[in-house]
């Protein structure tokens, strides 16, 4: 029923289900990295930006009422002549 070359058959198609497989992990394990640096790229921007705005918030609620009001009129001035 088996051939002498049945043990290098097999031997040959082991070899090559561990090859196939140990390229699908490296594959796996190197979008996993690239998307975990993708992932922290993207929550120190986030951050950044929420920050800015954290801040802008404790400008304006501890800024006096008329300085806020005429900053205000400023930028709707300075938006109405830029268009």
Do not use: C, Y
């Amino acid at each position: 029923m088996f051939g002498a070359d049945t043990a290098l058959v097999w031997d040959a198609i082991q070899i090559g289900v561990l090859a196939l497989g140990a390229g699908a992990g490296g594959a796996w394990l190197f979008l996993r990295h690239r998307t975990s640096r993708n992932s922290d790229a993207i929550k120190q921007a986030q951050s950044g930006s929420l920050e800015e705005r954290v801040r802008v918030l404790e400008r304006i609620a501890t800024d006096r009422p008329s300085e806020l009001a005429a900053e205000i009129e400023a930028l709707r001035n300075k938006s109405v002549e830029a268009k």
